[in-house]
């Protein structure tokens, strides 16, 4: 309604444009208001006052200048009480960066690693396909295949070595020690058997293996003492150690030199280098890793029969080669070739001279799957059931001085009880 006579009004206005005129209209409040328009006698038109644009312009100018100078002032602000807060929180940042820093170069190496074993999964998976092809385009037999032949029933039966036989069963892991640190995900820990003084029978070592400098070696008076975390030595490597092969045996510490073939015999007591020898032809650094990857090239091991390394070379194309080693000079003194690719298992031990490898190195539920006797030279599959409790096996190994498998498994340091088909002497 105001606005309908407030229109009249205008076009009244408008009408009597050069004489006084009377407008009449509610205003605001709705009260009724005569007024009385008169043309100027000397003026055309009135002094506009600022533009209403000009006045909105001006107050955002003002609200721009006012935050302006509280910006300003804030940075101007001159230091004092807070320079000493300001100092401690960039010390705090850059200690946050740095373990970021270290954090992320580990974790960088973690992600390489795991880059190249999705490539080793990814030729496995078209090998299998491979094959699977090939089976299918292979006409059925008409007649049962002949029964394989066992030539070692012929021979003349050695004599078994005191409590040897064949595995039977594998327990359940027990957790002895969960490494505290990014370091300890994965790495190797060993008893000497036939330990030498300083050094007694109980005596445990363990290398935490992430990282590429690898050299230090933990001593810990005995398995309780691990458990509680509290080394009792700690040993400097001259050389540094690659992936999780390292065993132990008479006094000294076999472990594979970083980037190269080198076997390295660290004597503990000396603390020194007694020998250093090549293993002919073996793969390193990713040419033969197990499935699992990390460098697990050449992987030594220690049974009632010696010392022995488990690795391939491009000869055998991938397939484990056992070799028994001299424990002075590392020399050669016999190799086995098997029919089992390397890249296909998780880990692998040797018991009796039989090696055992393990299917996977994540599966909770998980087999041995096929054993290889050095005696015989033969191969076969088997399934004895193993369990990766934390699901990421980096190290499974035969523990002669406990006759346990010891195991590294994501982070956790486990043994697993065994039982033979000839229960250990007494
Ligand atoms: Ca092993």
Redo the contacts with the bound molecule.
């Keep these: 309604m105001f606005l309908l006579l407030l229109l009249a009004g205008l076009l009244l206005q408008g009408d009597a444009q050069d004489q006084a005129s009377l407008w009449r209209g509610n205003d605001r409040s709705g009260r009724c208001v005569y007024s009385f328009t008169v043309p100027s006698p000397v003026e055309a038109s009135c002094p506009q006052p600022a533009a209403p644009e000009v006045e909105a312009l001006k107050v955002r100018l003002g609200v721009l200048e006012m935050l302006v100078s509280q910006l300003s002032g804030k940075s101007l602000q001159p230091p004092g009480g807070r320079q000493g807060a300001g100092d401690r929180a960039q010390a705090e940042l850059q200690d946050a960066l740095n373990r970021a820093v270290a954090e992320r170069s580990l974790l960088q190496g973690e992600k390489e690693r795991l880059k190249r074993e999705m490539k080793a999964l990814q030729l496995r998976m078209e090998e299998m396909r491979r094959e699977t092809e090939r089976l299918r385009k292979r006409p059925c037999p008409q007649t049962p295949a002949a029964p394989p032949s066992h030539p070692q029933r012929d021979r003349a039966p050695t004599r078994p070595l005191e409590g040897c036989g064949d595995l039977l069963s594998v327990g359940e892991p027990v957790s002895h020690r969960r490494a505290d640190n990014i370091a300890g995900k994965y790495g190797v820990w060993m008893q000497d058997p036939e330990p030498v003084s300083p050094y007694g029978p109980n005596m445990v070592w363990r290398i935490d293996t992430v990282g590429t400098e690898v050299r230090q070696l933990f001593g810990y008076e005995d398995l309780e003492q691990l458990s509680k975390g509290f080394p009792s030595k700690v040993l400097l490597l001259l050389d540094p150690l690659e992936s999780t092969?390292a065993t132990l045996y008479r006094g000294s510490l076999y472990y594979q030199r970083r980037l190269s073939r080198t076997l390295i015999r660290y004597e503990l007591a000396a603390e020194h280098v007694a020998a250093r020898r090549e293993l002919p032809h073996a793969g390193f650094h990713g040419q033969f890793p197990y499935s699992w990857g990390g460098y697990t090239d050449i992987?030594l091991?220690v049974d009632e029969k010696g010392l022995w390394a488990v690795y391939s070379t491009s000869k055998a194309q991938g397939a484990i080669v056992i070799s028994l080693l001299d424990p002075l000079s590392l020399e050669v003194r016999r190799s086995w070739e098997t029919n089992i690719r390397k890249s296909s298992v998780a880990?692998?031990?040797i018991i009796c001279g039989k090696m055992y490898t393990v299917a996977s190195y994540s599966a909770p539920d998980s087999t041995i799957n096929y054993v290889y006797d050095t005696e015989t030279s033969q191969g076969k599959a088997v399934s004895i059931p193993f369990k990766n409790k934390y699901r990421y096996n980096s190290?499974?190994?035969y523990s002669l001085a406990q006759r346990k498998l010891f195991a590294w498994d994501n982070f956790h340091l486990v043994s697993y009880d065994i039982r033979m088909s000839h229960s250990p002497a007494t």
């Design positions: 092969g992987d091991a880990n692998s031990f190290m499974i190994d």
